[in-house]
């Protein structure tokens, strides 16, 4: 096992845990509430934002890391 496959997995491992973390970012940051037939929402948009942030590095880490393991074979 060469050090580019190692690397890729590597960058394979984290964006997995930080799209882990961006998702439970952006669910933890919208709430409803049905108030007597009334829907109620409540977010924190610039959270949310973060939340989206990591999302989309966890997408750029993931698709590097299968270039990386990919291009080492």
Same mark, same amino acid.
Request: net charge positive; hydrophobic share 45%; no cysteine.
């Given at each position: *096992?060469?050090?580019? %496959?190692? #690397? +890729?997995?590597?960058?394979?491992? #984290?964006?997995?845990?930080?799209?882990?973390? +961006? $998702? =439970?970012?952006?669910?933890? =940051?919208?709430?409803?509430?049905?108030?007597? +037939?009334?829907?109620?929402?409540?977010? =924190?948009?610039?959270? %949310?934002?973060e939340g989206y *942030?990591?999302?989309? $590095?966890?997408?750029?880490? $993931?698709? +590097?890391?299968?270039?990386?393991?990919? %291009?080492?074979?």
């Open positions: *096992m060469n050090l580019s %496959k190692i #690397i +890729g997995i590597v960058l394979i491992a #984290i964006s997995l845990g930080l799209g882990y973390l +961006g $998702f =439970n970012k952006i669910k933890e =940051n919208t709430n409803e509430i049905n108030l007597l +037939g009334v829907k109620i929402e409540a977010s =924190n948009e610039s959270a %949310k934002q *942030m990591y999302v989309g $590095f966890a997408v750029l880490l $993931f698709v +590097g890391g299968l270039y990386t393991v990919n %291009k080492s074979k």
